[in-house]
T-cell receptor, first 114, second 112 residues
């Protein structure tokens, strides 16, 4: 199993550009989520999904869109990049339920917006 | 939203020393997780706790689910240089589905 994979690993954008961060998992996990990590602020939840066709907002959703057309994939879209979106982005997945819902993380995408 | 207070923010220790860190919440959690993040990598799960009072070990690491269900502790015994990294606690409330709340992390430095 590859686990959780993310592409690209690094990306530089200009203000106003759009892009999609890709995330895929091969563990048949229902739950997938996107976090951003900024220095001294831990991991903050952007959007999450409990299954194909179902998405919801997290703590910091503004400026980001998601969709979940398959169980395996959960792309994150930046519609119009802003310097405040410079961050490291992590995708994570887990089973849904009261137990065994440990989240597994991808390696991250390091995004710089100029 | 829910906040997790993780302390200390950073630790500088000598190889061989024991380490303790903790997380507290303002509400009751039914799951506590501890992760480690190496530079340039994603967080890796170390220990998962699901019951109040539970004490679980993973090698030199031991974590406990506080009996009040509002805190958790992680201990590392006999630290080694590869223990360097950021340690995160994460918790799940009963009403939050699969959503986790993360602490801000403890940066651990181990001097050989």
């Amino acid at each position: 199993n590859a686990g959780v994979t993310q592409t690209p690993k690094f990306q530089v954008l200009k203000t106003g550009q759009s892009m999609t961060l890709q995330c895929a998992q091969d563990m048949n996990h229902e739950y997938m989520s996107w976090y951003r990590q900024d220095p001294g602020m831990g991991l903050r939840l952007i959007h999450y999904s409990v299954g194909a066709g179902i998405t919801d907002q997290g703590e910091v959703p503004n400026g980001y869109n998601v969709s979940r057309s398959t169980t395996e994939d959960f792309p994150l879209r930046l519609l119009s990049a802003a310097p405040s979106q410079t961050s490291v982005y992590f995708c994570a997945s887990s089973y849904v339920g009261s137990s065994y819902n440990e989240q597994f993380f991808g390696p991250g995408t390091r995004l710089t917006v100029l | 939203g829910q906040q997790l207070n993780q302390s200390p923010q950073s630790m500088f220790i000598q190889e061989g020393e024991d380490v303790s860190m903790n997380c507290t919440s303002s509400s009751i959690f039914n799951t506590w997780l501890w992760y480690k993040q190496d530079p340039g990598e994603g967080p890796v799960l170390l220990i998962a706790l699901y019951k109040a009072g539970e004490l679980t070990s993973n090698g030199r690491l031991t974590a406990q689910f506080g009996i009040t269900r509002k805190d958790s502790f992680l201990n590392i015994s006999a630290s080694i240089p590869s223990d360097v990294g950021i340690y995160f606690c994460a918790g799940r409330e009963e009403t939050s589905g699969s959503r986790l709340t993360f602490g801000e992390g403890t940066q651990l430095t181990v001097n050989p």
